[in-house]
């Protein structure tokens, strides 16, 4: 057969259109489904900023199915499922992230790490913990570590949140000490007497400069019997934690008083009230003086003292409850009345979020936060 070469030169040209009219196809579905993604990702965005976050998850989800492969937006969409409390359907997102072979090593981790978050928003803490250890030696190891701490301590887990502590400590993310005291202090909380007093005493050398870990450990040597220590202690807190004073003096004062020590302690209390006016400090003084002189007027008149100084309605009411009034009759209803006023004005403030009690806590009820409690009362504030 002979091959006829003209054949061939006709299908080169058709070969050639057709081979474009196909280059030509697939650069424009490409370019339509660049231009598709983009757009309902621009549209999701926009949404979201005009905090409409139903529209800017559909907007999302449909720019996930034109490009199942982009992680960012599995990211964005995880976010906000998270941000909105479908925390199953943020899980399904970023474990369908974890799963995927083409992932790279800092799109894993942080996968990793918004998973971690998933399940801590969710309340499944051995999940959280679980996950976050994961995270050890990667990027988000301080992240991790941060959110570890926080997740033992909603569980009271204080033996593991003072090792991650320690860790953040040597790794020089800032001061843990302070936080690392509290720790021992709430270990030392369940235990005997005997391993209550070490763990006490290993705070102490953690944050010297902390009120709380002396005031625990006279609280423990009083119940062995061990007064004259305890004073010790507490007089050693006094000036240590000056500006604690308010919470320390009602404890000195009582100990100073069991002890037979009230001079010496009488005339700290009155040095530190002499520059800085405290009603605790004044309760104090007017406990010591009473306990050497009887109840007496001239123990009464620190109040009208702190009146000279302060116009407080508390030292008001306690100098009125044990005067006789000119009309005794109506003295009850007078107290009663008084009294309840300034029961808002004896409460403890945290600074942090506002949340108001009765007694100081060293980490707020309300928003978890340390050390945000003031020592002095609203009144004084």
Same mark, same amino acid.
């Given at each position: 057969m002979v091959f006829d070469i003209s054949w061939l030169l006709l299908g080169l040209p058709v070969a050639f259109v057709l081979g474009w009219m196909a280059s030509r196809l697939d650069i424009r579905q490409l370019r339509l489904e660049n231009h598709q993604a983009p757009k309902a990702y621009f549209k999701g965005l926009n949404f979201l900023l005009n905090e409409q976050q139903d529209q800017a998850i559909d907007a999302f989800i449909e720019a996930v199915q034109s490009d199942p492969d982009t992680s960012e937006l599995h990211f964005a969409l995880g976010n906000l499922f998270r941000r909105r409390g479908e925390y199953e359907r943020a899980v399904r997102v970023h474990e369908h992230l974890l799963s995927r072979g083409d992932l790279s090593k800092a799109d894993r981790h942080r996968a990793q790490h918004a998973l971690a978050m998933d399940y801590l928003k969710a309340g499944l803490l051995d999940r959280a913990e679980e996950s976050l250890l994961k995270l050890? #030696?990667? /990027?988000?190891?301080?992240?991790? !570590? =941060?959110? =570890?701490?926080? @997740?033992?301590?909603?569980? !009271?887990?204080?033996?593991?949140? /003072?090792?991650?502590?320690?860790? =953040?400590? @040597?790794s020089e993310h800032g001061s843990f000490s302070p936080r690392l005291a509290h720790y021992l202090c709430e270990q030392a909380v369940s235990m005997d007497p005997d391993i209550a007093k070490a763990l006490l005493r290993q705070a102490i050398q953690t944050a010297p400069n902390a009120p709380r870990p002396r005031l625990d450990l006279a609280s423990v040597l009083n119940s062995t019997g061990q007064s004259a220590q305890a004073l010790s202690i507490l007089e050693e807190? /006094?000036?240590?934690?000056?500006?604690?004073?308010?919470?320390?003096? #009602?404890?000195?004062?009582?100990? /100073?008083?069991?002890? #037979?020590?009230?001079? !010496?302690?009488l005339q700290l209390l009155k040095n530190h009230y002499a520059s800085s006016p405290s009603i605790d400090v004044l309760e104090g003084i007017v406990a010591l003086e009473a306990a050497t002189q009887g109840p007496s007027p001239t123990a009464r008149d620190w109040y009208v003292r702190h009146l000279e100084r302060e116009p407080s309605l508390v030292a008001a009411a306690k100098w009125i409850a044990g005067e006789k009034l000119e009309h005794e009759q109506f003295h009850p209803q007078v107290q009663r009345a008084l009294d309840h006023a300034v029961k808002p004005l004896t409460r403890y403030r945290c600074a942090a979020c506002g949340f108001e009690t009765k007694q100081h806590f060293w980490q707020c009820p309300g928003c978890q936060a340390w050390d945000s409690y003031p020592a002095r009362r609203v009144e004084e504030l």
């Amino acid at each position: 057969m002979v091959f006829d070469i003209s054949w061939l030169l006709l299908g080169l040209p058709v070969a050639f259109v057709l081979g474009w009219m196909a280059s030509r196809l697939d650069i424009r579905q490409l370019r339509l489904e660049n231009h598709q993604a983009p757009k309902a990702y621009f549209k999701g965005l926009n949404f979201l900023l005009n905090e409409q976050q139903d529209q800017a998850i559909d907007a999302f989800i449909e720019a996930v199915q034109s490009d199942p492969d982009t992680s960012e937006l599995h990211f964005a969409l995880g976010n906000l499922f998270r941000r909105r409390g479908e925390y199953e359907r943020a899980v399904r997102v970023h474990e369908h992230l974890l799963s995927r072979g083409d992932l790279s090593k800092a799109d894993r981790h942080r996968a990793q790490h918004a998973l971690a978050m998933d399940y801590l928003k969710a309340g499944l803490l051995d999940r959280a913990e679980e996950s976050l250890l994961k995270l050890e #030696g990667t /990027a988000f190891e301080a992240q991790a !570590r =941060l959110a =570890l701490l926080a @997740n033992y301590e909603r569980s !009271r887990d204080w033996t593991h949140a /003072a090792e991650i502590a320690q860790k =953040l400590e @040597n790794s020089e993310h800032g001061s843990f000490s302070p936080r690392l005291a509290h720790y021992l202090c709430e270990q030392a909380v369940s235990m005997d007497p005997d391993i209550a007093k070490a763990l006490l005493r290993q705070a102490i050398q953690t944050a010297p400069n902390a009120p709380r870990p002396r005031l625990d450990l006279a609280s423990v040597l009083n119940s062995t019997g061990q007064s004259a220590q305890a004073l010790s202690i507490l007089e050693e807190a /006094a000036t240590e934690s000056p500006t604690a004073l308010p919470l320390i003096a #009602g404890p000195l004062a009582q100990s /100073a008083i069991a002890n #037979g020590q009230i001079a !010496r302690v009488l005339q700290l209390l009155k040095n530190h009230y002499a520059s800085s006016p405290s009603i605790d400090v004044l309760e104090g003084i007017v406990a010591l003086e009473a306990a050497t002189q009887g109840p007496s007027p001239t123990a009464r008149d620190w109040y009208v003292r702190h009146l000279e100084r302060e116009p407080s309605l508390v030292a008001a009411a306690k100098w009125i409850a044990g005067e006789k009034l000119e009309h005794e009759q109506f003295h009850p209803q007078v107290q009663r009345a008084l009294d309840h006023a300034v029961k808002p004005l004896t409460r403890y403030r945290c600074a942090a979020c506002g949340f108001e009690t009765k007694q100081h806590f060293w980490q707020c009820p309300g928003c978890q936060a340390w050390d945000s409690y003031p020592a002095r009362r609203v009144e004084e504030l």
